[in-house]
């Protein structure tokens, strides 16, 4: 499982870096702006210089409305400031036919700047409370569009998190339904370490983490710690061993 972190900027990112061992991916956003908050391209940029070259550097594109031209323009400009993961949050999308137009003018507009970027389309696990398509659809919608992953987090931040609003097994759904389809399965939401032996057991290809990795686990007043984050994926890798050493379900 990969560990992606969403550092709010520069500051963090620099945090990031001194923790860059323990981690995958770096996911820049905007926490203030939104769940999936977009950032401004000359963050990107100097993120993507502060962080070591072989660690991928995401960017969210944002909470966006159905509204597939601005979408698909904002994603390059996130590719052209040196993000290599396009994190799109489908959160004005009411139906899988809307969320795949705009998908299908990111990946095009990103893939045609740099074919090898890698594109997630984001749900939200707590669909029900904002209206918009729900989250199993969100395997399905990736495959049509030609994007990479895809991927769950929580759209309102208010403590709930990931297994309240899609439990378990149908998160263990959405990663077989993601692995059926060719892409990666990436789930997030107020993930804690005590999530991780269900997250590890269900295939999960891989975690994004902000509040679990702040100082008092607090995603808006609480800085990222590297520390945290070195304890994190000490946890992740201690279920990893687990998982491969336990008998295979019958
Ligand atoms: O992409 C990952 C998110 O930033 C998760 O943030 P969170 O762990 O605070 O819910």
């Not at 904002?74 to 899988?96: D, E, H, N, R």
């Not at 507009?109 to 074919?115: E, G, N, S």
């Not at 707590?126 to 991927?151: F, K, N, Q, Y």
């Not at 378990?168 to 993930?191: K, T």
Request: with cysteine; hydrophobic share 45%.
């Amino acid at each position: 499982m990969l560990l992606l972190i969403s550092p709010d900027g520069v500051e963090e990112a620099l945090a990031c870096a001194k923790a860059a061992d323990h981690l995958d991916i770096v996911d820049v956003k905007k926490p203030d702006e939104g769940s999936l908050g977009a950032n401004f391209p000359w963050v990107i940029r100097e993120i993507r210089g502060a962080v070591p070259s072989d660690k991928p550097v995401s960017a969210t594109v944002g909470d966006v409305p159905y509204k597939p031209g601005t979408v698909a323009q904002a994603a390059l400009g996130a590719a052209v400031s040196g993000a290599t993961y396009i994190k799109v949050g489908l959160y004005g999308c009411t139906t899988p036919e809307q969320a795949i137009e705009v998908m299908r003018g990111v990946v095009r507009a990103v893939k045609d700047f740099r074919p090898d970027a890698f594109v997630v389309a984001s749900g939200y696990a707590d669909a029900h409370r904002i209206g918009c398509v729900s989250p199993l659809a969100l395997p399905d919608i990736a495959r049509r569009s030609g994007s990479d992953a895809a991927m769950l987090d929580t759209a309102i931040k208010d403590g709930t998190r990931l297994f309240d609003h899609v439990p378990p097994e149908a998160c263990g759904e959405f990663v077989r339904l993601a692995h059926d389809a060719g892409l990666l399965a990436a789930l997030a939401g107020s993930v804690k370490r005590e999530d991780l032996a269900l997250l590890t057991r269900i295939g999960t290809d891989i975690v994004g983490v902000r509040g679990a990795v702040c100082e008092g686990g607090d995603r808006n007043a609480g800085r990222i710690q590297p520390r945290l984050v070195a304890e994190f994926r000490a946890e992740m890798d201690r279920h990893a061993r687990e998982h491969a050493a336990a008998p295979a379900a019958s």
